[in-house]
């Protein structure tokens, strides 16, 4: 009798162990089981229904990846984590370690990446590439639609800016601009509002359209800049007519990407085993 409990008790908690971690849902092949949704749940403080979503979103994802042949090679990724690290100014090694610290590993950090760069190409091949630019008159249409949202948006100036390692070479280049100084550079720049430090956007606002600002001390050299044009001389659609665009772009990829998804959707074998 002993014996028969204790292998019904052993028979239940197998059944259990089995049923907490069994495929909940299939998509495409691809499994989701119910510890992962578990997780997901968990860990982004989300509803077992969004979580669910989310995880139907990457297998599609995955196998839309996998039939369009999208591949990364190993020296991409390594060159991508080498950009982040430098962004966040810390050494790779040093990525390493706080991954570490939160519980992760460097292969799955690696795995998770090549996903990554995967997806991204993807969406630059195949919805991306979708998306016609707009006309001046859409655009225009566009910030008309949505003026509130570029009420305190920055604004675009076009700057030349001339450098030297001395105040006097720079002086001479600004007094003749046609000549080339040696030991002066010159570049190009367009520039948003939000961009430059308060001390710099006052100079720039002070300075007339067409005209120097006065040389600057960086620390490491000198620079003037020469304003070709700038935002406060502009007003309305034109003047944030680079940010209009910009908002134009998110708004019209994010829809370009639901929209194919919702189609992967549609398309999709998904079969629900338990939930």
Known sequence: MKKLLLLLLFCIITSEAQVIDAIAIDVEGQAITTIEIQAVQQNLKMSKEAAIEMLIRDRLEKAAIENAGITVSDEEVQQKIETIATARHITTSKMKTLLQEKGLTWDGYLKQMKIELQK???????????????????????????????????????????????????????SNQMKPISGVTKENILASSSDMSPALLNIIEQTPTNSFTKPINTGKGFVAYFVKSKGSGQSGFEAVKNTVFASWMQSKRAQASKDFLNKLKSNAKIRVIRL
């Open 120 to 174: 991204e190409r993807f969406f630059q091949e195949h919805i991306l590439s979708t998306i016609d630019r707009p006309s001046d008159a859409e655009l225009q249409t566009y910030y008309n639609t949505h003026k509130e949202a570029f009420s305190s948006a920055p604004t675009q100036m076009s700057l030349v800016a001339y450098k030297s390692d001395s105040p006097d070479l720079l002086k001479e280049a600004i």
